[in-house]
T-cell receptor, first 111, second 116 residues
Framework: SQQGEEDPQALSIQEGENATMNCSYKTSINNLQWYRQNSGRGLVHLILIRSNEREKHSGRLRVTLDTSKKSSSLLITASRAADTASYFCATVTNRDDKIIFGKGTRLHILP | DAGVTQSPTHLIKTRGQQVTLRCSPKSGHDTVSWYQQALGQGPQFIFQYYEEEERQRGNFPDRFSGHQFPNYSSELNVNALLLGDSALYLC???????????????FGPGTRLLVL
């Protein structure tokens, strides 16, 4: 079953613009993570935000978490062609140790 | 320091056959999880192994089984293959953490299975 739901399903933007992806989830979480996947290959962990945190930064990435709305957003600033990939949010609940992924957002950076 | 490795990279089987996929975790990691990713979907959690035992399981039938060896490597076995088992199978490893649920996992490149 899917816990997270990313929005939009697909996004195309011009190189240099900012890209924002959203994730909504259903049950209380311990932490939320964002991953990137290039062309159906292995996933790369981008950032983890704990339930008691509201915002985290890593390079050009900014993640926010709103536990009252059960939602998170991933912002990629100054996008590059190499950012073209699928992005997944994944949640870990307090109930168990499983990581549950959403269906992903397919991001395409136009030259 | 080698990352997570998986073998084989690609595999073609026919319905009804059995398949074994292999995973070697990142050095220092003792926990291995397996995921199935159908085309255009997010990864679905199959199960997790720690101390050579299945610790958690997702919503997958008993046809899916696994094993973890003393060196922490792991196998995923699928019996009586169905067409719907065609997918990318991902292995992920981490170091078990009994305290705070810091769950950064490192994924392998995956094994792409095609069932004909």
């Amino acid at each position: 079953s899917q816990q997270g739901e990313e929005d939009p399903q697909a996004l195309s933007i011009q190189e240099g613009e900012n890209a924002t992806m959203n994730c909504s989830y259903k049950t209380s979480i311990n932490n939320l993570q964002w991953y990137r996947q290039n062309s159906g290959r292995g996933l790369v962990h981008l950032i983890l935000i704990r339930s008691n945190e509201r915002e985290k930064h890593s390079g050009r990435l900014r993640v926010t978490l709103d536990t009252s709305k059960k939602s998170s957003s991933l912002l990629i600033t100054a996008s590059r062609a190499a950012d073209t990939a699928s992005y997944f949010c994944a949640t870990v609940t307090n109930r168990d140790d499983k990581i549950i992924f959403g269906k992903g957002t397919r991001l395409h950076i136009l030259p | 320091d080698a990352g997570v490795t998986q073998s084989p990279t690609h595999l073609i089987k026919t319905r009804g056959q059995q398949v074994t996929l292999r995973c070697s975790p990142k050095s220092g990691h003792d926990t291995v999880s397996w995921y199935q990713q159908a085309l255009g979907q997010g990864p679905q959690f199959i199960f997790q192994y720690y101390e050579e035992e299945e610790r958690q399981r997702g919503n997958f039938p008993d046809r899916f089984s696994g094993h973890q060896f003393p060196n922490y490597s792991s196998e995923l076995n699928v019996n009586a293959l169905l067409l719907g088992d065609s997918a990318l199978y991902l292995c992920a490893s981490r170091q078990f953490n009994r305290g705070w649920k810091q769950e950064t996992q490192y994924f392998g490149p995956g094994t792409r299975l095609l069932v004909l």
